[in-house]
């Protein structure tokens, strides 16, 4: 399948996982507005447009953690990787919530200001030079104008007409989105309470989402420094090879490998699909096609071609087995590059075409 001749359609997997990001969300705004107003223990009584407003930002602030480790846990453990396949529906869920989270505060606390309650936001505190007061308001429109961006931007023709790099880069907002959400949260409800309970949970979800990310850093250099000693990488043992899958591979340079068993034969192509750098590595292989399985392209594992009269390429690379270890060369090949598979028990280097 290619955006060139079939959209991507929704499968099964997108509806479950929509589902139950669905049900997560509504059990979370039941649980904090009806459940838990006792626990919470607010310090003055408040109104129901302010819990409610705490309640949908509160949800934010945990999809937003959510989403910020799934990567890492993905990469430490590849139990997690169906979180990853759909994150994006996760983002734009998350704006939608964020985005009723300001507008209760706006319809609230702006609604009978002298000004316009939009221009209000910002100009109603200028107190920046100080923590007390600080104008949390700032932060949050901020991260919320991060989400939207992202959201907008989420959709596959973006990343077409931005290009996979550039679309990556933008989508990095999401670290400077979060950053300024725990600053939001931090100058602002967390001032206005004696209960430590909120203040628990913001400095847990921010040390899960940088101990994350520290993990996989680690984990990842780690197996860098490994290989960087010999100009072949080894990926693993022959026992370890499972017929009509693929074990993934850490090359020096930080791009993974996919080495595919098909038929008793070695081949090794990028992990990395050239649609939406989806783990071509977890695809099923089918008459010598692997399948993405983010969004269905399919390459051969041979020469990393899409079928005709698709167009889409990924690099090969060069498999060896070296006492009992399948081992890849890190050069990778030019996409499209035919490379003969190698037998599992072959020890000679195989044959590149061009």
């Known amino acids: 399948m290619s955006v060139k001749y079939i959209p991507v359609q929704w499968n099964k997997n997108k509806w479950r996982y929509n589902a139950v990001m669905l049900a997560g969300v509504a059990a979370f705004l039941v649980l904090f507005i009806y459940v838990t107003p006792g626990v919470l223990n607010h310090d003055r009584a408040i109104t129901p447009q302010i819990h409610n407003a705490r309640a949908f930002g509160a949800c934010a602030f945990i ?6 480790c799934i990567g890492p846990m993905a990469r430490l453990d590849r139990r997690f990787l169906p979180l990853l396949y759909n994150r994006r529906h996760f983002g734009v869920m998350t704006t939608f919530v964020a985005l009723t989270h300001a507008g209760y505060v706006v319809n609230w606390y702006f609604a009978f200001s002298a000004t316009p309650k939009f221009e209000a936001v910002l100009s109603a505190n200028t107190s920046f030079g100080q923590l007390a007061g600080f104008p949390i308001e700032a932060l949050g429109l901020f991260a919320l104008l991060c989400l939207l961006v992202l959201a907008t931007t989420s959709h596959d023709f973006w990343l077409k007409f931005l290009t996979p790099p550039v679309w990556k880069r933008l989508h ?42 520290l993990a996989a850093w680690r984990m990842d250099a780690a197996e860098t420094r490994l290989q960087a000693s010999d100009a072949w990488v080894t990926i693993g043992d022959v026992a370890q090879m499972r017929e009509g899958y693929a074990r993934i591979g850490l090359l020096p340079d930080g791009d993974r490998v996919a080495v595919f068993l098909l038929e008793g034969k070695l081949s090794a192509i990028s992990n990395a699909c050239a649609h939406q750098n989806g783990p071509l590595g977890e695809g099923k292989i089918i008459a010598c096609l692997v399948t993405c399985p983010w969004h269905g392209f399919q390459y051969d594992v041979l020469s990393g071609r899409s079928p005709a009269p698709f167009t889409e390429m990924v690099p090969t690379y060069r498999v060896r087995v070296q006492d ?28 590149v075409m061009t």
């Not at 999809?63 to 910020?68: D, F, K, N």
């Not at 990095?172 to 950053?179: F, M, N, R, S, T």
């Not at 050069?331 to 490379?339: L, Q, R």
Request: charged content about 10%; aromatic content about 6%.
């Open 324 to 351: 009992r270890a399948v081992q890849v060369h890190p050069d990778a090949n030019p996409p499209g590059t035919h490379v003969d598979p190698i037998p599992l028990a072959a020890t000679p280097e195989p044959e």
């Open 172 to 213: 990095y907002l999401i670290y400077a989105a979060y950053v300024a959400i725990v600053a939001h949260v931090t100058l602002g409800v967390l001032q206005d309470q004696q209960n430590h309970l909120l203040t628990f949970i913001v400095i847990a979800s921010a040390a899960c989402v940088g101990g994350t990310h």
């Open 63 to 68: 999809m937003l953690t959510v989403i910020l």
